[in-house]
């Protein structure tokens, strides 16, 4: 009777052990991670505290940094919103994948990694900003704002549903399609790849009510070049309409109401500034603008008391402030939304195998040399926040000084999967820096090429090698000047020492670099005029 018990027992232990048994820690670390790609848009490192607290607070994107690793040298390979999102999709340079700048169409013919994603069997999904096209490949779901979108009831193109239009504000609506896809959606039999993408904190800036309700009462530090002038630049700094004195809209930007600079006499800072304010302002419920107007009609009030005695330093100070509070606003409601997702994972058991980014499209001026925007090779714009989390297999709070850039992000994902990349793709996977394998990372210097000019904020076209030490920016078209930079010494980028003998053999040997990656990366003089040429025969050239 013992023997026989004793056979049972055994019998059903081991039953129950390979059929019931949970999943060890081990297990889960060897499956295909989940990779959930989160990016904003124009969300300036300067604006994450895991950078840099001078200017806010972002507990729950700093998550990600504390819990992986922040790199401190990310960067982007040509500092436009489309471009940009082409390059991460592709895994090419703007020349190579065709999308250059904002204007012309993206190439369908491209390959993206989402479309290698969903044929080795990862369910995909895209919900938020992609800023181009209306039917995005690879994805088994999505739900895209239509070009830039906004911040107030925005209206989304989906894949089931044709256009709709969702009430509310936008990035508590991406959250919320992004949480609901993770929880009704989702195929737990197989891993995903999700894209999660913000339209903030992109111009125009209108934060949530209870972030304008906060951030219009605080006041911000300035930074130390806001009244830059632009001594000892060539002239592309000098040339540029990105000063937010100058240039930034006084309706659209400021939330100055156009009967408020009718009333002062002060004119529109451009042909679509009315029509920036009232467009965002229009698609408000009533409740949504008397909210609205309890707020920024005393601002107006007391700048209409103001202003007669303001001078031009006065106003300036004065659009930095406003121009803080609104961007700032919009960014606290990202930080809230990519904590409601981080709470998801944690609480349904997905983090430990997700792979986690946080990153923006590009870098952006937050008035530092007097700007607002990006574009430039210059740090504030060129550099982007670059966040990872994926535990087991990157250490917690680390960080990392290496040249990386956005090209990478396509193999990277790729290797993380174990998938093949493409031979054509041209980024570099950034799994040994990942995993502490620093020794097999061998790049010394990245590449970056700006193309739209003549148009909207007037930076001329350039190309640059960038490295640790030393930034080279070749301006080229309708001037031919270089720009060499000591990032160590000038970290502000505010003598240009291309002329200084003292950098001669600098600038000799990174001529020599450049040119070096110049071919590596398929790019010449060649297909810099090609691209001119086909840009300026081009409408958008002509309407500037």
């Known amino acids: 009777m013992k023997y026989t018990n004793l056979l049972y027992l055994l019998f059903f232990g081991t039953l129950f052990s390979c059929g019931t048994k949970p999943q060890s820690n081990q297990a889960k670390v060897n499956e295909r991670p989940n990779i959930l790609f989160i990016m904003s848009d124009d969300h300036a490192y300067q604006a994450i505290s895991a950078y840099d607290k001078t200017l806010t607070t972002t507990p729950n994107i700093d998550r990600i940094a504390n819990e992986g690793i922040k790199f401190n040298n990310a960067c982007v390979t040509n500092s436009i919103c489309s471009p940009s999102r082409a390059v991460i999709l592709t895994g090419k340079h703007s020349h190579i994948n065709g999308k250059t700048d904002n204007n012309f169409p993206f190439n369908r013919d491209n390959v993206t990694f989402p479309q290698i994603f969903q044929k080795e069997g990862y369910q995909t999904a895209m919900f938020g900003k992609l800023h181009f096209g209306n039917n995005p490949k690879g994805f088994d779901q999505f739900k895209i704002l239509i070009g830039q979108g906004h911040y107030y009831n925005p209206t989304f193109i989906t894949k089931e549903e044709g256009k709709k ?29 999700l894209m999660y993408l913000h339209k903030a904190p992109h111009r125009e800036w209108l934060p949530k009510a209870k972030h304008y309700q906060e951030y219009t009462k605080k006041t911000f530090k300035e930074p130390s070049t806001l009244f830059d002038d632009y001594a000892g630049r060539g002239t592309a700094a000098h040339t540029a309409e990105m000063n937010i004195l100058k240039h930034m809209n006084w309706a659209g930007d400021s939330k100055l109401y156009p009967e408020t600079m009718e ?27 008397k909210q609205w107007d309890a707020v920024y009609q005393p601002v107006n009030e007391e700048f209409k008391k103001n202003y007669a005695s303001m001078d031009k330093k006065d106003l300036m100070k004065w659009r930095y402030q406003r121009y803080m509070q609104d961007y700032l606003g919009t960014i606290a409601s990202v930080d809230e939304n990519v904590g409601r997702v981080l709470d998801y994972l944690d609480d349904n058991d997905l983090s430990d195998n997700t792979l986690v980014v946080y990153t923006s499209d590009q870098g952006f001026y937050l008035g530092e040399h007097g700007w607002f925007d990006k574009r430039f090779a210059y740090n504030e714009s060129f550099k982007t926040p670059l966040l990872i989390r994926w535990p087991n297999k990157i250490k917690a709070g680390i960080t990392n000084e290496e040249m990386v850039q956005n090209l990478d992000f396509a193999q990277t994902f790729l290797a993380a999967a174990g998938i093949a990349a493409p031979n054509d793709m041209q980024g570099e996977s950034l799994m040994p820096l990942l995993t502490g394998n620093d020794a097999e990372w061998d790049r010394d210097a990245v590449y970056y090429h700006y193309y739209e000019y003549p148009s909207i904020h007037m930076v001329k076209r350039h190309y640059a090698i960038i490295t640790k030490e030393y930034k080279l920016i070749h301006y080229y078209y309708d001037v031919d000047e270089w720009e060499l930079f000591d990032r160590k010494k000038d970290p502000n980028e505010l003598r240009n020492v291309y002329d200084d003998p003292a950098y001669a053999a600098t600038v000799t040997q990174l001529k020599k670099d450049l040119a070096d990656l110049r071919v590596k990366y398929k790019d010449s003089s060649e297909i810099d005029q090609r691209l001119l040429n086909m840009y300026l025969e081009s409408k958008y050239a002509k309407n500037r």
């Open 165 to 193: 239009t969702y009430p509310g504000y936008v990035t508590d609506i991406v959250t919320d399609m992004t949480l609901d896809w993770l929880e009704k959606e989702r195929d737990k039999e197989k891993p995903f790849m």
């Open 263 to 289: 009333a002062l006499g002060i004119p529109e800072g451009s042909h679509w500034d009315y029509d920036a304010f009232n467009k965002e302002r229009d698609r408000m419920t009533e409740e949504q603008k």
